[in-house]
């Protein structure tokens, strides 16, 4: 059997399990809004094992072959909104939570994706450490709280971005000068300037060893926050096997790559995502990659 | 120079500073973060410029760093408007575990892609762990309901810290040795573990781990220096 885990209308998870469903293939959707109606215990001896009890069954762990993922902050849902973190909701959510992704990191069943592996994310910097020892390119990047270093980079490097160090999600904007004025709040705050790499986005879903890529036109700095249409591509062979060797060194099933062409055909890898919103690329580019994942996950 | 990486409520690295040899430890909180000064560039990370209680310096000074935060706090951040904290608490910390993993001088504990210090792991993870370094673990139920979580074994504890490959406290024969090899499994050199005995047969088994010991005293200090010096 299959374990899913998150919301209802999240598309990513609703594609896996419209595709689950299509072959008859045994899963459980688990909402991750009915967070309150579910028990959850395991017991650690030699072997991780336990119960899921869920709309009014009672469910062994083992017998989740494979998992896919993708809770959301449960403090958002309307349901919580009465509670507060000394509450038995709150203790019970925070448990149940630490308690699945405890078990996700242990079990022998495939996870899309471990939490551990889902950690480099947490720091662009770090990741891109990781990145380059798979032999991708980075940007040429500055992390700094002295604007007198900041300009001194924008001076030798022509075009700059700045942009969140950590996971939190930043809107990636050129350097101007229109920002003079708040370069003495640096001081606060190390802040990560890159050169700014012109040239054609990319996207690029691994899952397994099977590669999806996705072109990115838009005219926007950052293509999340402006017009962009995603059209069907193909990386060279070459490349493909770099993003799956990527993948597997950073110990993702799934992953959504980063990637930037530029006119010289130089490519650049900025970021790899463990936990990919691939669905609007498959939905622009007819890519079958809900369907690779239904196939991955209920391949083992 | 020895760097002590520690929240600026963190008595125990104030109290860790007179055993050090005069003016070689500095301890960097999350407010230096906060200072005009720091410089890295990705390029060249091991010439970058770092500041500690007010002072530049370079990253070629540190010969050793002793990291007592798994990760910044915001509210600790006092320095930054308060809606903002929580935010500039991740900057720091995603800043802080690459600048901790481009150093080359020893460092208690390295920083994982989870926790700059050392693997930020459930006790379940640390049971795997120890498992997997032969040791006996006593077994255990985590579950939701209201009960909260059991172990299924009953016995006095002990806990026994390593710092580098040496000993601090109490020593009970046969331990030190399945504590050494739990740290190396784990990828730590500075790491407490708490056995259980139990009454049935006198055994000891593995109860817990954490990589955030209680450090007091000159006997911690000279353990930490003579790990720093190569010993």
Redesign the interface.
């Known amino acids: 059997m299959i374990l899913l885990w998150g919301l209802k209308d999240d598309s990513p998870l609703q594609l896996v399990r419209e595709k689950l469903i299509e072959k008859g293939i045994d899963h459980l959707f688990l909402n991750h809004s009915d967070i309150l109606e579910?028990?959850?215990?395991?017991?650690?001896?030699?072997k991780?094992r336990?119960t899921l009890d869920a709309y009014g069954s009672r469910y062994q762990m083992e017998d989740f072959r494979a998992m896919y993922l993708r809770p959301y902050d449960f403090r958002q849902f309307p349901h919580f909104k009465d509670f507060d973190e000394k509450s038995?909701e709150w203790r019970?959510a925070i448990?149940?939570e630490?308690?699945l992704w405890?078990?996700a990191?242990?079990t022998h069943a495939t996870v899309l994706n471990r939490p551990?592996s889902m950690?480099?994310n947490?720091?662009?910097?770090?990741q891109?450490?990781l990145i380059e020892k798979n032999r991708f390119k980075?940007p040429?990047?500055?992390?700094?709280?002295?604007?007198k270093?900041a300009l001194k980079?924008k001076e030798e490097n022509g075009e700059v971005i700045y942009k969140?160090?950590?996971?939190?999600r930043s809107i990636v904007n050129i350097l101007d000068n229109s920002h003079l004025d708040r370069m003495k709040d640096?001081?606060?705050?190390?802040?990560q300037f890159q050169r700014f790499i012109r040239g054609d986005n990319y996207r690029v879903h691994v899952v397994g060893n099977q590669v999806f890529t996705s072109r990115v036109v838009s005219e926007a700095t950052d293509y999340r926050y402006g017009a962009a249409i995603y059209e069907f591509a193909e990386l060279p062979n070459v490349l493909k096997k770099s993003c799956v060797s990527l993948s597997k060194s950073l110990g993702l099933n799934l992953a959504g790559i980063d990637l930037k062409r530029t006119s010289e055909n130089e490519w650049y890898c900025f970021e790899v995502n463990p936990s990919p919103a691939y669905s609007v690329y498959e939905n622009s580019t007819g890519h079958q990659i809900s369907l690779a994942i239904a196939e991955f996950l209920s391949s083992v | 120079m020895y760097i002590i990486l520690a929240s600026q409520v963190d008595d125990i690295a104030q109290e860790l500073i007179p055993h050090f040899p005069s003016r070689t430890a500095w301890i960097l909180t999350p407010a230096d973060?906060?200072?005009?000064?720091?410089?890295?560039?990705?390029?060249d990370p091991i010439n970058f410029v770092f500041?500690v209680e007010g002072e530049s310096h370079c990253s070629t000074e540190i010969n050793g760093v002793l990291c007592l935060l798994p990760c910044v706090f915001g509210p600790e951040l006092v320095?930054?408007e308060k809606e903002a904290r929580d935010?500039?608490a991740?900057?720091?910390?995603?800043?802080l575990?690459?600048w901790l993993?481009?150093l080359s001088c020893p460092i208690l504990n390295p920083p994982?892609?989870?926790c700059l210090s050392g693997?930020n792991w459930?006790?379940?993870?640390w049971?795997?762990a120890a498992?997997d370094a032969g040791l006996q673990?006593s077994?255990?139920?985590?579950?939701?309901?209201?009960q909260?979580s059991s172990d299924?074994s009953e016995g006095r504890m002990i806990t026994v810290t390593l710092i580098g490959s040496k000993e601090l406290g109490e020593n009970v024969s046969g331990l030190y040795d399945q504590v050494r090899g739990l740290a190396k499994v784990a990828g730590v050199n500075l790491l407490q573990v708490t056995f259980m005995k139990t009454k049935r047969n006198d055994s000891y088994l593995f109860y817990d781990a954490n990589t955030f010991p209680s450090l007091q005293g000159a006997r911690a200090t000279q353990l930490i220096m003579e790990y720093f010096n190569g010993g």
């Open positions: 579910t028990q959850l215990e395991i017991e650690y001896s030699e991780p336990g038995d019970h448990t149940f630490d308690i405890g078990y990191e242990l551990s950690l480099s947490s720091s662009k910097p770090y891109c450490m980075t040429e990047t500055l992390l700094t709280t002295d604007p270093e980079f969140s160090i950590s996971g939190s640096l001081r606060w705050c190390p802040t | 973060l906060s200072q005009p000064g720091w410089s890295i560039h990705t390029a500041v320095q930054i935010y500039v991740s900057e720091m910390t995603a800043f575990k690459f993993s481009t994982t892609a989870g693997p459930r006790r379940e993870q049971a795997r498992l673990v077994p255990f139920i985590r579950r939701t309901c209201p909260c299924k």
